[in-house]
């Protein structure tokens, strides 16, 4: 199993960027997806999930409000979208994912990942 991120770039506050991570590999199966993200000299922090249907998410305080995860019903591809940025949002996105979790579950703990896709950095300026 493979993630392949893209996105993620320089911006100015106040302004939008736009993830997708798809998986690829043993895609037969549904995963739950989540985004992290870890700032230099800071540990990796949850930033936002999706369980494998879709229907249910969960955002940090920090971006809820501001960032929306998506995915298509029964798709292994996720989007975060990401507006009002803020220049603490700066630092490098993780996606993850992980199918041992049933149809609507979904977790904020990066241990419970065993799928990660490299980082894009996202700098935000203020």
């Known amino acids: 199993v493979q993630l392949q991120a893209s996105g993620g770039g320089l911006v100015q506050a106040g302004g939008s960027l736009r993830h997708s991570c798809e998986v690829s590999g043993r895609t037969s199966r549904t995963y739950i997806m989540g985004w992290f993200r870890q700032a230099p000299g800071k540990e990796r922090e949850f930033v936002s999930a999706?369980?494998?249907?879709?229907?249910?998410?969960n955002y940090a305080g920090s971006v809820k409000g501001r960032f929306t995860i998506s995915r298509l019903n029964g798709q292994n591809t996720v989007y975060l979208e990401m507006s009002s940025l803020k220049p603490e949002d700066t630092a490098v996105y993780y996606c993850?994912?992980?199918?041992?979790?049933?149809?609507?579950?979904?977790?904020?703990?990066?241990?419970?990942?065993?799928?990660w896709g490299q980082g894009t950095l996202v700098t935000v300026s203020s």
């Open positions: 993850a994912a992980d199918e041992s979790w049933g149809y609507d579950g979904i977790s904020h703990y990066p241990t419970d990942y065993e799928y």
């Open positions: 999706v369980s494998r249907r879709g229907g249910t998410t």
